[in-house]
C-alpha cells in the first residue's frame, strides 16, 4: 500500500477518517466501542450524556464509514466498521501523557 506521503487520495481518507473522530465526545463513543458492541443507552450511561447528544455524534461516525448499527431483536448494537480504529485508539492512549 502506498505511504500518506505518495498518495494524496490515501491521505484525504486519512484525514477525513481522523476529522471524524476530532470531537472528545466521538473519540470516547470510538474508544467504548472498540472495547465492545454497545447499545445507544449504554453510551448515554457511560458518557454521562444525553441520548440526542449520542446520537448526533453516532449519526456523523456512521455518516464517515466508521460505526455501523446491527440490528438484533429490534434493539441497534454499534460496532466498528473500520477495525484499524481499535489500533488509533491504542496509539493514541499511548501519546497521552
Not at 471524524?20 to 450511561?45: C, F, K, N, T, Y
Not at 438484533?72 to 501519546?95: F, M, Q, S, V
Request: with cysteine.
Amino acid at each position: 500500500m502506498p505511504s500518506i506521503s505518495e498518495n494524496p487520495d490515501r491521505a484525504q481518507h486519512l484525514a477525513d477518517i481522523v476529522k471524524a473522530i476530532a470531537h472528545p465526545v466521538r473519540l470516547r463513543i470510538v474508544a467504548i466501542i472498540a472495547a465492545e458492541d454497545q447499545r445507544v443507552g449504554s453510551l448515554v450511561e457511560r458518557l454521562g450524556t444525553t441520548q440526542a447528544n449520542v446520537s448526533q455524534h453516532l449519526r456523523i461516525l456512521r455518516m464517515s464509514g466508521l460505526v455501523t448499527a446491527v440490528r438484533k431483536n429490534g434493539a441497534a448494537r454499534y460496532t466498528l466498521a473500520e477495525p484499524g480504529l481499535k489500533d488509533l485508539i491504542n496509539c493514541l492512549e499511548g501519546c497521552a501523557h
